[in-house]
């Protein structure tokens, strides 16, 4: 219930639609009551009547008091229809409305998270919290608040006029649906959890999904398909029996519902009929009731189904609603500085870090990078030396010491004024499924084409995007997928150039791109580093030896720090390394 509430707290900023289609439900309503007490005048007071009531108005013929009660009945069951369906709009459009808004703050809270967030949390889960649940949260907030209200109202109105009509059949016939309220407290206890675990199942259903497509190259690679679609029907499997067990408890409830709610059905007729032969009601308010009785039912059963509907949106909104509620990891403090423009002057003082608090990444971390200065950092993989990039961004917070930019601790500062001031080349580059100019552009929306021709010709990729049938139209597809590896880098630098920021931050640039390509690319990075700070990860060291400090991380500490020239004398890692590198003719160890 609580989670009800505070959906339709956030229903309240849409107060004038919905007090639109409020004022709508309240003038439509006794239209779609209305029909019964004419067929009740027929009967009574035109087919059975000796002196019907109202002759005088057209004359002596029942006939035309007949075709007046079925046109009034007509005309105000029109005006009903045309009322219920400007509800029905303005309450759809309320719905999508209220989705829209949703999806946008969820999305918007999902993306202020730190990365540990995203570690914990599958791609796939995310998406189905923020699509599937939040669909399902718009048909219990919108349609089910409307169900529950319009036929609440209905259900007083249609108990009001059966006891108006005949007070004893009446109260006799409304007995029976009392039960449905016991059945409705018993269903919730049983199937409450029951449904949050079927969205749980759904949710790792769809996070295995979008693991395998994502990762479809290695599958078929390594011819795994029958044993990753073995594990997806684990999944799958998984999802189908506790659906299962929630679709026994529905067979079971609706039915019982019904069973319960058909004997007042039964006990209208009979008692009805009853009255009828002993003189005390009249064919006419008989019939009345049978018109009476599916609008009398219809609001509890649907009231029932609503129930379930409700229980299985409570579910989903607590998944949503763990997303909206969940700490942000990492947030600006209170009063945190802007950052208008950088200097480039980075500095680690003491800083260790622990991704797991059993165990360091990084220990008693200290090092600068002044402005202009190019700062490589280099060791065996797993030492840390990516983790410092993601400090360097404030991706993660340290355990001890500090990070600063230009004497400010970069926790001083918001986080969006700081990343302003870097740009980063990963390792593995990323492009958005659209075209090659948007993807360079993404940085500088406003930059004009001239600007981004001139950052695709400082990466070396001018040339090979001219040679393309589209040009610089070309879409690169899912994540850059029409293009080779070297291709994508070349692209991501032409972004980092346009970008043109204070501080260029390169993880493993070449690292994942074809050798022909790997020159191409170190020129590229040549000119985009040309006058900025730099801190520079690479297993490759030839393409560090002119460096102006050179950093060794082995197992989270700085073990050895200097220029090549120093590095090569001290017989450390660095000089064993390269001279191994430069040995086999290789660059990557």
């Not at 075709?67 to 005309?75: E, K, Q």
């Not at 048909?139 to 109105?157: C, H, K, W, Y």
């Not at 990039?389 to 918001?414: C, E, I, K, N, W």
């Amino acid at each position: 219930m609580h989670h009800f509430i505070r959906l339709l707290r956030y229903l309240l900023a849409y107060w004038p639609l919905l007090l639109l289609a409020g004022a709508c439900l309240l003038i439509g309503m006794p239209a779609t009551l209305f029909h019964p007490l004419v067929w009740m005048f027929v009967v009574d007071d035109v087919l059975v009547a000796e002196e019907p009531r109202f002759i005088e108005l057209v004359g002596d013929s029942r006939i035309w008091l007949l075709f007046a009660a079925v046109a009034v009945m007509f005309a105000v069951h029109m005006f009903g229809v045309l009322v219920n369906a400007v509800r029905t709009f303005v309450l759809g459009v309320v719905g999508q409305r209220f989705v829209r808004d949703l999806r946008s703050r969820v999305y918007r809270q999902v993306q202020l998270h730190a990365l540990p967030f995203f570690h914990g949390h599958s791609t796939g889960d995310l998406m189905s919290r923020t699509v599937a649940d939040i669909d399902a949260l718009e048909q219990v907030a919108l349609r089910g608040t409307d169900e529950v209200v319009s036929n609440f109202i209905q259900f007083i109105a249609v108990a009001a006029i059966i006891v108006w009509l005949q007070w004893v059949v009446g109260l006799i016939t409304l007995i029976p649906l009392l039960a449905v309220a016991v059945i409705i407290y018993v269903f919730n206890r049983r199937v409450k959890s029951l449904y949050r675990r079927v969205r749980d199942r759904l949710g790792d259903l769809s996070g295995k999904l979008q693991e395998n497509l994502s990762g479809i190259l290695v599958i078929k690679a390594f011819a795994r398909e029958d044993q990753e679609a073995a594990r997806f029907d684990q999944h799958n499997n998984a999802y189908y029996r506790t659906s299962i067990r929630a679709l026994i408890a529905r067979a079971i409830y609706q039915p019982s519902i019904f069973s319960v709610g058909f004997l007042s059905n039964v006990s209208m007729i009979g008692l009805g009929g009853l009255f009828v032969l002993r003189g005390e009601f009249t064919v006419g308010g008989l019939m009345a009731y049978r018109g009476y009785w599916w609008q009398l039912f219809s609001p509890v059963h649907t009231l029932a189904q609503i129930n379930e509907m409700l229980l299985r949106a409570v579910a989903a909104a607590t998944r949503v609603f763990e997303l909206l509620d969940e700490p942000l990891e990492i947030q600006d403090k209170p009063g945190a500085a802007v950052l208008d423009a950088a200097a480039g002057h980075i500095r680690f003082a003491g800083v260790d870090f622990a991704y797991d608090e059993r165990e360091h990444t990084l220990t008693d971390i200290s090092f600068e990078a002044r402005p202009g200065q190019q700062v490589a950092i280099v060791g065996p993989s797993g030492a840390g030396k990516s983790t410092l990039l993601a400090l360097t961004l404030r991706l993660y917070d340290p355990q001890a010491g500090t990070v600063s930019l230009d004497g400010h601790d970069v926790r001083d500062l918001t986080q969006r004024s700081l990343r302003e001031r870097f740009a980063i080349v990963t390792q593995e580059p990323f492009l958005f499924n659209d075209t090659l100019r948007e993807n360079i552009r993404y940085v500088k929306p406003e930059a004009t084409d001239a600007e981004i021709r001139e950052a695709a010709r400082q990466a070396n990729a001018h040339d090979f995007i001219a040679a393309l049938p589209a040009g610089y139209d070309t879409h690169v597809g899912e994540r850059g997928v029409k293009l080779s590896g070297g291709q994508k880098q070349r692209i991501c630098i032409a972004r980092a150039f346009l970008a043109d920021p204070a501080i260029l931050l390169l993880d493993e640039p070449t690292a994942a791109v074809e050798p022909e390509s790997e020159s191409i690319i170190q020129q590229a990075i040549q000119h985009v580093l040309a006058g900025r700070t730099a801190l520079i990860v690479s297993h490759r060291l030839s393409m560090v030896r002119d460096a102006d400090l050179i950093v060794v991380i082995e197992d989270g500490r700085i073990t050895q720090r200097g220029r090549h020239e120093a590095l090569m004398r001290e017989r450390g890692w660095y000089q064993r390394m390269y001279t191994l590198q430069q040995g086999n003719g290789a660059d990557n160890v």
